[in-house]
């Protein structure tokens, strides 16, 4: 659609204005307010959308205020194949005229004009998406409400462009109701809900269901049981009588045995009675031939007896002699070798004592050498006693002698001094006193008071010295008094005297310290008590040695030293040693002795014992076996014997046939065939009472659930399962068609919508490259609304962008619409006064996108500001005054 | 003297029917116990001196001991003597429900247990011994029929009426060894060891061999689709002139119908409706349509709309194998009104797609085709 040219007249405050419109392109119509710019928008809603006969408040309100005419709009409009005028007035003198020139022309009046009009938009446009496009002022900041236009000619043409046709409002109000059918049988998650107590139901019906059928089954087990049981007793008493038949033939087969072992039985017994009459008999002579045996050994044992005892005597008494003979020599070894261990004790008293009065004379010695010492410490004490002079009194007088040194140099030093030199050999008399004098050489002299140099015989000289330094004087007086003071305090004389006294208490101290160590050498060791332990070792070998001599046993002469007598006491102890092994070896050959006459004592008096018992029994065997043979004598047990011996064999053939004629009969056998026969009758019998027990359950439990009417309710419980099988798959089953119907419209318009939304985008996405760079992307959602703006990589929803950015991407939006439905007419943009938030370089770029838009549709800018769209490059600009 | 009783077999009290909701179920358990009152009426009505079970008197010997003491009551309401048969449903095992407390302890006196071939003789019908043929399991391995003749001679001035169950061997294969051999069986009945073989099992009344003396009763009360002529009983008349007379009555109040229907045509769905409509009574009917043909969504709504009134009166409506004779193809016609666009139209085209095959998928994809026609219309409507 496209408006070429719009007339008002007494249309609010404009009085009669004809504007006319790019066909393709931009038209800027520029005018301050209240000229009436947004008059024409609302002039061409008006009349599209009422009758000029309406009386509405809208209508009303665009009535000129200052004259009684009817507001008047006259549109020149081209839509698809039409190009038509069309003119309403209303409230005044109201009319419609409609003059058609394409594609035929037509002429028509009233509503019938206002009815082919609406025909004419309706079939090549869409109002929805016009007032979508147009953005009133105050407006302009959101987005067009395109998910509805998306329903109109937008969306015809983004389904175009997507290869789809378009939806409606049927559609949406079915894919609603879908969506509400789809809710009451699913959740969101797409998990059913409402069938688990219909799935219950079918679980618990064909529980039950199969517990009957159990039962059931149990009870047809039990009825068939029973049928077999039945059976089974007839088949077993049937073959029952048989086998018993055959126990009674067995059983009197038995008996006749029987009478064969009761008969052997007896005649056994009768063998058993003659073979122990037999045995008897036999024992009998046995025993007699035992007892004459047994006499002859008891008299060879006595025999025996007798010989041993005579054959031990001689042994006997050969040592009885050895053990005299041994006793002597042990007496005589034994006082060899006390005699030889005197000696030696002897001996070594001998070495002992001579070892005493060696020592004794050392210590005698030493105590001599320790009187002296003590005498020289004595002395040496005394004398370091004696000398005054110590260390620090020497010390004393050393320093009062310095100072008087000092004192006299300070005062020599204050005295003139006279020089003498010699020019050639010569003496002088200095005071008197010659001196003689070298060539060259000089004597110097301080002068004390007066100091007179002649040389004889030329001259004489006397020099007199001045008053000189008293304060020098006293010093010197000082030291001279000090020197003394000390000296006589000390006890000496001068500093020599003290020097020397010095030297000797000295000498007297060291003497002291030697003297004092030759003591502690002479004692061992400074400790006390050392002097008393001296005196105590002197008088110990004192009394070691004196009265030795006197008591010693004179025998041997006293040797001459302790090596000797030492030398002497070893031989003696060898001797003893020597003595002492003899007298062992003594030992061991008299015990030796005396043993072996004990043990041959001993065996001599066991042998005479057993020769006693000997006897006695060779006695009491003889006795016996004369009173037995007086009793029976040995012919008559003889015959005894032979009688008991034949009869034992009369039993034993007897026995021997009766044993016969038992095995001829088969006992053994028989009596198996007879027990197995027993067990198979009785087998029988138990197996009988078994199945009838069998039988008594199997009907115990029939009869209790024999009428617990089983079948029927079964029957009722598969009724009843059914129904709720059924039940559930009617639920299944519309709940099946409720998601495939759902499932099929969302996926389908999830696709159309995903069709509409690419070339959208893409056009949005171009337009706004312009206004803000090559960089950016725009997100569009399913709705057809801009989601978010991304500028260098920085993604930004579309509510926290800036009001300018979100304006211009309003505009563009309406802008991309407008491309998309261009080509077959689609609508005009109607801007009103837009853009009122971009900066001026947004503003040359938003005019580049509008000059771009224009390219390929009509669109119309509202505005009173003219620099605003200054930049819209080939725009139409008409100024309204 | 001649002599008149009634036959009957296969009362199969206590069966149950999985088509039949509880209600119906209720009703129909009740109408074959009140066939026993029927059949006591009908004695009275025809001057039949005894009456003859010919087995099957109950479904299984498991039945419920409150359909036995019901069965019993009824039972007490029959003025004449009832002679009972197990057969193979209800076999005289060491379970039989004629052996158990109830059915033992309840008995009336006038209602007789044939357990084995002894000859019964009958309260006021001298010169008529009812002898049994009763099986003893589910599987017997002998013809009972021919054992219970073996002990029975000729005996002048009683006429013999042997009751008996099972297949004889023209109607089962041979190699059955409990078939009853309708040769020996006719012999015995030429040879007047018997008058009369009243057998059940077969729940349609038939007539057995050549010799007019071999019937089966049928069911009191139809009990299955597949039965011919259920819901009768026999008045048999043994006459002194030694001719037997066999009248059939009819007893029964229910009915089972099978029928099938194309619904290919325009009026498919309208002969079914009036198909429908004729029955009678419904209450008491049980039904089993075997749908053919090819239907298009609204079709298949108005079918299933119909099924859903039409269960409502009848006691039972089973559809046959449902999924496999009747094609439920949307067709144009269906969406024609519909005039969507844009996503709608492509979910609506897929599903169509979807919904020309066969199997669970294509039947999800034509019930949300069904649903899809619904709400669009709705929806339409609305806007």
């Known amino acids: ?104 022309p037509e002429s028509l009046t009233g509503r019938q004009a206002h009815e082919r009009v609406e025909q004419i938009l309706a079939e090549t446009m869409d109002a929805t998406l016009w007032k979508a496009l147009r953005i009133r002022q105050g407006e302009g900041l959101g987005q067009a409400a395109l998910g509805e236009a998306a329903s109109g000619s937008l969306g015809q043409a983004l389904d175009r462009a997507a290869g789809t046709v378009p939806e409606g409002p049927v559609e949406t109000t079915l894919f609603d109701r879908a969506r509400t059918e789809y809710d009451l049988y699913w959740t969101p998650t797409g998990k059913s809900k409402g069938d688990w107590p219909l799935r219950e139901a079918v679980n618990q019906q064909q529980a039950v269901l199969d517990g009957l059928e159990q039962q059931l089954r149990a009870v ?141 004379a050392e210590l005698t010695d030493r105590r001599a050498s320790l009187a002296a010492a003590r005498a020289a410490l004595a002395d040496a004490e005394a004398a370091a006693g004696s000398t005054p002079v110590d260390e620090a009194a020497l010390e004393a007088i050393r320093a009062a002698d310095r100072e008087l040194q000092v004192a006299h140099a300070l005062l020599e030093a204050g005295r003139p001094s006279v020089v003498v030199t010699a020019l050639r050999d010569v003496t002088v008399l200095l005071d008197g006193a010659p001196v003689a004098l070298p060539l060259g050489g000089a004597e110097r002299r301080s002068v004390e008071a007066r100091l007179v140099v002649e040389v004889p015989g030329l001259l004489r000289m006397e020099v007199a010295a001045g008053a000189g330094d008293a304060a020098v004087a006293e010093r010197v007086e000082t030291a001279e008094r000090g020197l003394r003071d000390v000296c006589r305090r000390v006890g000496v004389g001068d500093l020599a005297a003290a020097e020397t006294a010095a030297v000797a208490r000295r000498e007297a101290l060291a003497a002291r310290t030697e003297q004092r160590r030759r003591i502690v050498e002479l004692l061992g060791g400074d400790e006390p008590g050392r002097a008393e332990q001296l005196e105590a070792r002197i008088a110990l070998a004192e009394r070691r040695t004196s009265g030795y001599l006197e008591a010693r046993d004179a025998e ?49 008096r066991e042998a005479a014992v057993r020769l006693d018992i000997a006897e006695a029994d060779v006695a ?84 209790d659930h024999g009428e617990d009417g089983l079948a029927e309710r079964r029957d009722q419980a598969v009724t009843a399962r059914d129904a709720a099988a059924a039940e559930l798959a009617r639920w299944t089953q519309r709940a099946d068609a409720r998601r495939r119907l759902y499932e099929a419209l969302k996926t389908a318009r999830d696709e159309a919508h995903l069709a509409y939304v690419g070339p959208l985008r893409d056009k949005i996405t171009s337009l706004g490259k312009v206004v803000f760079g090559p960089t950016v992307a725009v ?80 669109v119309i800018v509202l505005t009173c500001y003219p620099d605003r769209y200054r930049q819209v490059g080939g725009a139409r600009s008409i100024t309204l005054s | ?178 078939a009853i051999r309708l040769a020996a069986a006719e012999r015995a009945l030429a040879e007047d060891r018997i008058s009369y073989l009243a057998l059940g099992d077969r729940h349609s009344t038939t007539s057995v061999g050549s010799s007019g003396r071999i019937w089966y009763a049928g069911a009191p009360e139809p009990t299955d689709y597949d039965e011919l002529d259920a819901g009768n009983a026999l008045l048999v008349e043994l006459r002194d002139d030694g001719r037997c007379e066999v009248t059939k009555h009819h007893t029964g109040l229910w009915r089972f119908d099978r029928e099938r229907f194309d619904l290919d045509g325009e009026d498919g769905l309208d002969v079914l409706a009036g198909w429908l409509d004729r029955l009678a009574p419904k209450d008491r009917t049980i039904v089993k349509l075997t749908l053919v043909g090819t239907v298009s969504l609204s079709a298949n709504a108005r079918l299933e709309a119909l099924l859903e009134h039409e269960r409502d009166l009848f006691a039972a409506i089973e559809r046959w194998e449902r999924h496999t004779e009747l094609v439920v193809r949307p067709d144009d016609d269906d969406f024609g009104d519909l005039r969507l666009s844009g996503f709608a139209a492509e979910a609506l085209a897929r599903l169509r797609a979807d919904a020309s095959g066969t199997g669970p998928e294509a039947d999800t994809a034509r019930d949300a085709l069904a649903l899809l026609v619904r709400f669009a219309s709705a929806a339409g409507a609305a806007s």
């Open chain 2, 1 to 178: 003297m001649s002599v008149r009783f009634l036959h009957s077999a296969d009362w199969q009290l206590g069966m149950t029917r999985h088509f039949l909701s509880g209600e119906a179920q209720a009703r129909f358990s009740q109408a074959r116990i009140d066939a026993i009152r029927t059949l006591g009426r009908l004695a009275g009505e025809t001057g039949a001196s005894f009456i003859v079970v010919s087995g099957d008197v109950f479904e299984t010997n498991q039945v419920s001991p409150q359909t036995v003491r019901r069965a019993l009551d009824a039972l007490r309401s029959v003025p004449v003597p009832v002679f009972l048969l197990p057969g193979n449903h209800d076999p005289l095992d060491a379970g039989s429900v004629f052996r158990a407390p109830t059915f033992a302890g309840g008995r009336p006196s006038h209602v007789a247990v044939l357990e084995d071939a002894t000859p019964h003789a009958v309260p006021g019908a001298p010169g008529v011994e009812v002898v049994g043929a009763p099986w003893f399991s589910k599987r017997p391995l002998t013809d009972l029929v021919a054992a219970a003749c073996e002990g029975l001679g000729p005996t002048p001035g009683v006429r013999r009426v042997l009751v008996a169950h099972g297949a004889t061997d023209d109607l089962i294969a041979l190699d059955n060894p409990a």
């Open chain 1, 1 to 104: 659609m496209r408006i070429l040219r719009i007339r008002l007249r007494n249309f609010r405050g404009v009085e009669d204005r004809e504007v006319s419109f790019a066909r393709d392109g931009v038209t800027v119509v520029i005018g301050p307010n209240e000229v009436g710019k947004s008059s024409m928008a609302e002039a061409l809603d008006l009349l599209f959308s009422q009758l000029d006969s309406t009386t509405k408040a809208e209508v009303k309100a665009v009535k000129p205020v200052d004259r009684d005419a009817g507001p008047e709009v006259e549109v020149d409009v081209e839509t698809g194949p039409y190009a038509f005028t069309y003119r309403k007035r209303f409230l005044r003198a109201s009319e419609t005229v409609l003059q058609i020139t394409r594609p035929r």
């Open chain 1, 620 to 703: 009491a065997r003889e006795q016996a076996l004369h009173g037995a043979r007086e009793a029976v004598p040995d012919a008559t047990l003889a015959d005894a014997r032979a009688a008991a011996t034949a009869a034992l064999d009369a039993a034993g053939r007897e026995a021997a046939e009766a044993r016969a004629a038992l095995e001829s009969e088969g006992p053994d056998a028989a009596k198996a065939l007879l027990d197995n026969a027993r067990l198979v009758v009785d087998g029988m019998a138990e197996r009988l009472r078994g199945l009838e027990i069998s039988q008594a359950e199997v009907r115990a439990r029939l009869r």
């Open chain 1, 220 to 360: 047809a087990a039990d009825v068939e049981r029973d049928a077999d049981l039945m059976a089974e007793r007839a088949r077993l008493v049937e073959a029952k009588g048989p086998e018993e038949a055959r126990v009674a033939e067995l059983e009197a087969r038995w008996r006749a045995i029987e009478g064969l072992v009761r008969n052997l039985e007896r005649l056994e017994a009768a063998e058993s009675a003659a073979r122990v009459t037999a045995e008897r008999a036999a024992e009998a002579c046995l025993g007699r031939d035992a007892a004459v045996r047994e006499l002859v050994a008891s008299v060879g044992e006595r025999d025996r007896q007798r010989a041993a005892v005579e054959a031990a005597a001689p042994s006997l008494a050969s040592a009885r002699a050895r053990c005299e003979v041994a006793g002597a020599r042990l007496a005589e070894a034994r006082a060899a070798r006390e005699t030889a261990e005197a000696a030696g004790r002897s001996a070594r008293g001998d070495v002992e004592f001579l070892r005493a009065r060696q020592a004794l």
């Open chain 1, 779 to 858: 997100e569009v959602g399913d709705d057809l609304r801009v989601r978010s703006r991304t500028l260098d990589g920085r993604t930004v929803p579309f509510e926290s962008l800036s009001v300018g950015a979100r304006e211009q991407l309003g505009v563009m939006t309406r802008l991309a619409c407008a491309m998309l439905v261009a080509q077959d007419g689609g609508v005009p943009v109607m801007l009103d006064d837009t853009l009122g938030f971009s900066d001026p370089r947004r503003l040359e770029a938003m005019g580049a996108v509008l000059a771009l838009a224009g390219a390929s549709c009509q």
């Open chain 1, 556 to 604: 041997s002469p006293m040797p001459g030293d302790e090596e000797a007598a030492t030398g002497r006491a070893d031989l003696a102890e060898a001797a003893a040693d020597a003595a002492r092994t003899s007298e062992a070896a003594a030992e061991r050959e008299d015990r030796a002795a005396r043993d072996r006459l004990v043990e041959l004592d001993g065996a001599a």
